[in-house]
């Protein structure tokens, strides 16, 4: 039990396959070494066992939130999923803003953790601190938007004001492995294949019904004191500053532009550096702009909705119209992202606006990843063009905006050959075609919008996150591109993997207070330590927080060492390392120099050959599982399988 501030010290423990649910508090040590939402998530999907088949009953399923969660503090509306994941194998955690963390700690809740699998559909409502299981076999086969309308009358509430509801869609029901859970915000949980996990346990969805029962700091004058610096920081911040900055006017993709300029945004499935390159090399029509953020502000912005407790209103909702097979589409989404633009359009060989919003759109109601759905059309179009899926009933052309609008409802459904292999996710597609070289994954999950040859802070970044190639584990363009906290030369590899780990550990602690990493791009831990112990009660230091991050990274990495990954994992595509394709304009030449990196990384972790020694896992109290049978005198060992 906790009596720490912003915690409800009650967490529902539903097992779906007796159909019954039990309560209970958060061990007071856990909540001080794991601090809430991501880590204390993972530390209770590690509990149910590392070895477990993330599509079987065994797999352990977390929706959590942390202790600034709900809260005053700014840009606290955020919930961590957290699981073993389909796509990669590892234990993943996947966030999403909008308004359902504030709302399930307002219901009375740190966290819902779903065991076991139910045999019929349901979906689960929680109200007033219980949570109740209902009959979902009427929900199923429809899209998330219809079912969020559907369960949000069910409930007597209102959805959006009184009412949250995560759902999955079809591609969750199909086990996608990359289905993701989204809700009434269209935010979305979208990595790692969360939404296959809760389509494994015949979950539907989570309706939360909740007031506004705010907690209260415990000690008031500390945490108003953290809350004013960091609002002052935001509002000053050329990034976050509210109407002002980047951030808030143009929302993620301002970084369209940016990446494009610096020859940093993958294209053609990361043949080229930039679309400019594309277009010198193959006089393609194409241009990065048609698809950034000032042109989509310019032109067809309709709302600027936000998160609980955020000034920023970084959500860019819009309005199209496209024609679809002579079929006039209107589609109205929320949010045209910088990472889902790059996936579904210059990666994919194309820049069409109003059709990546209807793709956009698409992935959200099908409930697949935006990131990877694009990314998997980018590697078929690839493998179409080289010959690959000539087994298969149909290629894919490079850009054909087209099919692939029609592609994604069919990958959600797995309706087809190409289709069912696309659902696989890039290491099902590489092994089944040997087309390991067209791959653009690390750890089975493909990379976001930031390419390691220009930004070499991503390639160590991407290699060494524990959930796959990621840029929310360590962002280090915000070092490297906005000089947060002090500029960084992109091109330059030395000191990166230090600067890594930096990352890797802050974020980890602001994954599990849970607030938006967005926060980063003006505060700092001096503003996490004020406003977590204002809220808490604790008296921790800036070190205390630092490890705090480091043993939830280290607990992490464990867990995957102990399901057989080490450093041969921590890997890049061939093709952004020497002997593969060098960048181009501003990139002209780069490669990512990796194997220098992770020397530097290693040695800063205190990790052999990517696995965490005993000595780190005692250092840090971690003193759950076997230990990996490693010590840090030891080289090229590979991890315990006991």
Known sequence: MTDMGGFRDHVAHVDLSAGDVSYAGIDDEDAEKY????????????????????????????????????????MSGRIAVTTKSPLTGTVTDSHHGGWSGARLKWAGFDGLVFDGASDDPVYAVVEDGEVELRDASHLMGEGVHDTIDTVGEEVDGSVGRNVSVMAIGPGGENEVKYACIVNEDDRASGRGGTGAVMGSKNLKAVVVKSGTKMPKPEKPDVFQEGYQQ?????????????????????????????????????????KYTSTAAMRDAEGADIDAERVSGENVRENILVDEPTCHSCPVACKKEVEVS???????????????????????????????????????????????????????????????????????????????????????????????????????????????FDAHDNSLAVKGQTIPAYDPRCMKGMGIAYATSNRGACHLRAYTPAAEILGIPQKVDPYE???????????????????????????????????????????????????????????IYTLERYYNNLNGFDGTDDSLPARFLEGGIAGQGA????????????????????????????????????????????????SGVAPADD
Not at 239 to 250: D, F, H, I, R
Request: charged fraction near 30%.
């Open 35 to 74: 601090i809430g939402a991501r880590g204390l998530g993972v530390k209770y999907v590690f509990e149910a066992g590392p070895d477990v088949d993330p599509l079987g009953p065994d797999n352990r399923l977390c929706f959590m939130n942390g202790p600034l969660t709900g809260t005053q503090t700014v």
């Open 230 to 270: 960091a609002m002052q920081v935001i509002q000053e911040s050329d990034v976050t500053a509210p109407n002002e900055g980047g951030l808030s006017l143009y929302g993620t993709n301002v970084l369209m532009n940016a990446g494009e300029e610096m020859d940093g945004l993958p294209t053609k499935n990361g």
């Open 322 to 432: 496209v024609d679809h097979k002579g079929e006039e589409l209107n589609v109205r989404t929320e949010s045209y992202e910088y990472e889902s633009a790059y996936a579904l359009g210059p990666n994919s060989a194309h820049t069409e606006r109003d059709e990546i919003a209807v793709m956009i759109e698409r992935c959200n109601d099908m409930g697949v990843d935006t990131i990877e759905m694009g990314n998997m059309m980018a590697m078929a179009m690839e493998m179409s063009e080289e010959g690959k899926l000539d087994g298969l009933d149909e290629q894919l052309d490079w850009g054909d905006t087209e099919r692939m609008i029609d592609l994604i409802d069919e990958t959600a459904h797995r309706e087809g050959e190409l289709p069912d292999a696309l659902a696989e996710g890039a290491n099902g597609l590489a092994e089944r």
């Open 493 to 551: 590899h030395e000191g990166k993997g230090e600067l890594t780990v930096t990352f890797q550990d802050l974020h980890a602690i602001s994954d599990s207070f849970d607030i938006c990493k967005f926060n980063a791009f003006a505060e700092g831990i001096e503003e996490y330590v004020t406003q977590y112990n204002g809220m808490t009660g604790r008296d921790v230091t800036e070190d205390d927080l630092l490890e705090a991050g480091e043993r």
């Open 587 to 634: 990139s002209e030449g780069e490669y990512c120099e990796l194997p220098e990196m992770k020397e530097e990384y290693y040695e800063v972790r205190g990790w052999v050959d990517g696995v965490v020694p005993d000595e780190k896992l005692d250092e840090l109290g971690i003193d759950i599982g076997p230990g990996t049978g490693v010590s840090s005198g030891d």
